[in-house]
């Protein structure tokens, strides 16, 4: 299926598989935009729009029962397009605030945050989304259903959660005029031992949430 048709009049525009890549491809567009840095001033809350609207999509393919693919092996797709230069782009846009600090998985318990990047994050999305655009565009839409469902709950939705996390903190820092300074040299490639990597990160959860339940004084 080409780009002329990938939005094809005879398709109907209700349809789930329609609205989900509609979705998907508009985000792919939309991110690549905004990593050219035409407006640097309004690439955190563009990003934050972008992923919000990209996790409804993503949240209706969680909701959804099961898709199943059509044949049993997937189909090649090719060699996947690089994504080095988007990462560039981001890490370069959004230094110094590209890195931040999560939790992997908040149902294990006592686990540690972990230092990572917007730019990473939002490369390793749009590699999963073209992978399974690229069988859309083939015309293998349950193929495509699947790959995005299957995913979505296990790489890309959670990554894409973790960013906006990091984004919509940003915006409220900027917004509550709270400083980042607390943020300064957590770094994913930082020479060290995992352990002194998470002592560093659970440094900067401490200060950023404070010692008790609830949040800082402001």
């Given at each position: 299926m080409s780009?002329?048709?990938?939005?094809?009049?005879?398709?109907?525009?209700?349809?789930?598989?329609v609205s989900v890549a509609d979705s998907i491809e508009s985000f792919i567009?939309?991110?690549?935009?905004?990593?050219?840095g035409d407006e640097p001033d309004s690439a955190v809350p563009f990003l934050l729009l972008e992923i919000s609207q990209l996790l409804l999509t993503g949240g209706r393919l969680g909701a959804h029962?099961?898709?199943?693919?059509?044949?049993?092996?997937?189909?090649?797709?090719?060699?996947?397009?690089?994504?080095d230069?988007?990462?560039?782009?981001?890490?370069?846009?959004?230094?110094?605030?590209?890195?931040y600090s999560e939790v992997f998985d908040p149902y294990v318990p006592r686990s540690a945050p972990v230092a990572c990047r917007i730019s990473d994050d939002l490369a390793d999305v749009v590699t999963d989304l073209r992978h399974g655009m690229a069988h859309y565009?083939?015309?293998?839409?349950?193929?495509?259903?699947?790959?995005?469902?299957?995913?979505?709950?296990?790489?890309?939705?959670?990554?894409?959660?973790?960013?906006?996390?990091?984004?919509?903190?940003?915006?409220?820092?900027?917004?509550?005029?709270q400083p980042l300074d607390e943020l300064d040299g957590l770094d994913t490639d930082a020479v060290g031992t995992e352990e002194q990597l998470e002592e560093e990160a659970g440094r900067v959860m401490a200060a950023e949430i404070g010692s008790g339940p609830g949040l800082r004084s402001v």
């Open positions: 780009d002329a048709t990938l939005h094809d009049a005879k398709r109907d525009p209700d349809d789930f598989a567009v939309a991110v690549a935009e905004v990593s050219r029962e099961d898709f199943l693919p059509d044949e049993r092996y997937e189909p090649d797709v090719g060699p996947e397009p690089d994504v230069e988007l990462r560039e782009r981001f890490a370069a846009l959004l230094d110094p605030v590209d890195v565009r083939d015309g293998r839409v349950s193929e495509a259903l699947w790959w995005w469902q299957f995913s979505y709950l296990s790489n890309w939705g959670p990554t894409a959660s973790a960013a906006l996390r990091a984004l919509q903190s940003l915006v409220a820092h900027v917004r509550l005029d």
